[in-house]
């Protein structure tokens, strides 16, 4: 029993190596995010904006996720076990889960710019924050827009991404590449219906878009993995500063009355190949630590940055910035909210993941 429980910690510790590039794509993926939840604010017609499509990053990271998921677990997670590959993914992902939430419900709480959380009963905000806390969507706050995690916006991803782990550990993981790829073309059609019912794909964080989410995680989770297991790796010597250019020219493109088409070929293609192209590209020495930081940040940020988006949400709209004003605070914003995400990095999730694995191995020996 011992030996069993042994080889399992041995398989749960293997790491393979990283592709870096990717790494350092997913940071930049995160901090277009962060400016797009800025500019939102600031121009609320996204014609206006010049990264009105920064909300597809979460289909890159989708995408991302798949491709990943594949590679670090398809050889071993028949060995360590459903439990085991849950339980690994619930320690990865969920300490900021609860971060961002203690954050924004501080946000909502203290907020020296507006908000009105006396309008609200202690058991609703409890019971919102809980949710939160849980990945529960309860989409009950109108000050918060009714996302479905009122403390923390962003936190419907990965609502996805837990369902995503779930389906693959159950399903995904046994199935042959032809089935795969049926699953794949079934979800681009259910992308394709979503873009044109709505006219973009933006929806997925609140109640009435709540199964956008679904068709958008399908779709690129899918597609991510299917390149791993179909070996869809394109060589090439781009680079990771070519890499990030073409990553953000999907975020910058124009937005229009044609977003419902745009908007799914870029999901269907442009992610994929640059998955595919960011897997066979060359790293330079100058830029893998570069690329390594970028990785290390971009979930620390994208977890955490939403409780300042509702503050500076609540200043806009009460002082009016001018326009050099408020170019200086989303900069300065911008570089305030990395640098708090690598503490809270730093200080919180990699002790308390450490911490959380190290329990969960010594409860397999026992």
């Known amino acids: ?64 996720s798949g491709f990943v998921i594949g590679y670090a677990y398809d050889d071993r997670v ?31 709480l203290f907020d020296p710019f507006g908000g009105h959380p006396e309008i609200y009963s202690a058991g609703k905000i409890i019971l919102a924050f809980f949710c939160s806390v849980l990945l529960i969507p309860l989409p009950v706050i109108a000050d918060r827009a009714f996302n479905l995690f009122s403390f923390n916006a962003p936190a419907w991803s990965l609502f996805w991404e837990y369902i995503a782990s779930f389906v693959y550990t159950f399903v995904l993981y046994r199935i042959g590449r032809s089935y795969l790829l049926l699953l794949t073309v079934l979800s681009a059609v259910a992308i394709c219906f979503v873009a044109y019912r709505s006219g973009n794909l933006l929806g997925g964080w609140s109640g009435p878009t709540f199964w956008d989410g679904c068709a958008r995680v399908s779709y690129s989770f899918l597609a991510g993995l299917l390149i791993y297991r179909s070996n ?14 073409l990553l953000l020219l999907a975020f910058i493109m124009p937005f229009s009355k044609w977003n419902w088409l745009s908007e799914p070929l870029v999901v269907l293609f442009y992610f994929p190949l640059l998955i595919a192209l960011g897997a066979g590209a060359t790293l330079t020495n100058g830029m893998k630590k570069v690329c390594i930081f970028s990785g290390k940040i971009s979930y620390p940020l994208y977890m955490t940055h939403y409780a300042v988006l509702w503050m500076f949400g609540n200043y806009y709209t009460s002082h009016k910035p001018s326009a050099i004003q408020l170019t200086l605070i989303i900069i300065t914003g911008q570089i305030l909210l990395v640098s708090a995400a690598y503490l809270v990095m730093v200080i919180y999730d990699v002790p308390v993941r450490k911490y959380l694995g190290e329990k969960w191995k010594e409860r397999l020996v026992k």
């Not at 085991?84 to 320690?91: P, T, Y």
């Open 1 to 64: 029993m011992i030996r069993s429980d042994t080889n399992k910690i041995t398989t749960l510790s293997q790491t393979k190596q990283h592709f870096e590039i990717l790494d350092g794509l997913r940071g930049i993926a995160a901090l277009a995010v962060v400016t797009f939840h800025f500019m939102e604010w600031a121009y609320t017609d996204p014609s206006k904006n010049f990264i009105g499509h920064g909300f597809l990053a979460v289909d890159f990271f989708f995408c991302l």
């Open 78 to 108: 028949a060995k360590m076990g459903i439990l085991n590959f849950l339980i690994s993914r619930a320690i990865r992902l969920h300490p900021l889960v609860v971060a961002g939430s203690v954050l924004g419900l501080l946000a909502f």
């Open 232 to 245: 869809w790796i394109i060589k090439n010597k781009l680079g990771f500063l070519a890499l990030s250019i």
